[in-house]
């Protein structure tokens, strides 16, 4: 017989920005954990890739994050094509923004909180109320190195990142008398398209990035997948409230 503690069967998460990357590889890894997954993005081909990939216990629905008047319609629609009601909410969706502080406009700010924090808080408030009358959920928010540490040219990013953290342990102390937890997992930096493009002409930026993770390497998608599938899981059950760092050790290196 097999410890059921990091089994997800019964599970249903939601997962915004779902289709490619982070979003992705915490996918992959609650699936293979027997839970089931609605991915949740704009783009309705890599959406659709993700789903053919991941097999049948995994649906999708096409939507705007940032339509907040649309965030109760996204958590029926979810819980609609999965045939069965939420019980793990992951805040993952995000844009990023490069520019000097004093180059940011208060639109492009704007559009990072938007994203980020508003766009959360709005699916936590369509999702609790399902959460609360089964007195069981996990909430899930992806933060970042830019929540711990201080990365330059990235205030706006950083101020949503930072935020992550205050609504994580807000949050966790509302809910957990009904029986729901709320974590963030805090990435390094991991390996995808995205991050070579940024890497291959700037050979001095991955040697720093490099310099200051002590196990020298980036992570991968599953890193980040195996934590949200642990903090999701029984064995996390005594878990509230915290930011884990899946960063091989960047956030407390030298």
Not at 34 to 43: E, P, T, Y
């Amino acid at each position: 017989m097999h410890d059921s503690s990091f089994n997800l069967a019964g599970e249903t998460a939601l997962i915004t920005g779902g289709g490619t990357g982070l979003g992705l590889g915490m996918a992959r890894c609650l699936t293979r954990s027997g839970a089931k997954v609605v991915l949740v993005g704009r783009r309705e081909t890599e959406l659709a890739t993700a789903v053919r990939e991941l097999g049948p216990a995994a649906s999708m629905v096409v939507h705007d994050v940032t339509h907040l008047d649309h965030a109760a319609d996204l958590i029926a629609r979810a819980q609609d094509v999965s045939e069965s009601s939420l019980s793990i909410l992951i805040n993952n969706a995000g844009i990023h923004l490069k520019k000097m502080a004093d180059e940011t406009t208060p639109d492009e700010f704007n559009a990072v909180m938007q994203t980020h924090v508003h766009a959360a808080h709005a699916l936590i408030a369509a999702a609790l109320p399902g959460m609360i009358q089964s007195r069981r959920g996990h909430i899930l928010f992806t933060a970042s190195m830019a929540s711990l540490i201080g990365i330059p040219m990235v205030i706006a990013y950083s101020a949503a990142k930072a935020a992550h953290l205050g609504m994580v342990r807000s949050l966790a102390t509302e809910v957990a008398p009904h029986g729901i937890r709320v974590n963030a997992i805090a990435p390094g930096w991991i390996d995808s398209p995205m991050l070579r493009k940024a890497m291959a002409n700037d050979p001095a930026r991955q040697a720093k990035i490099l310099g200051r993770t002590p196990m020298a390497k980036f992570g991968e998608a599953e890193d980040v997948g195996w934590a949200a599938v642990y903090l999701s899981s029984p064995a996390a059950r005594f878990i509230t409230g915290v930011c884990l760092p899946v960063d091989g050790g960047a956030s407390i290196g030298f």
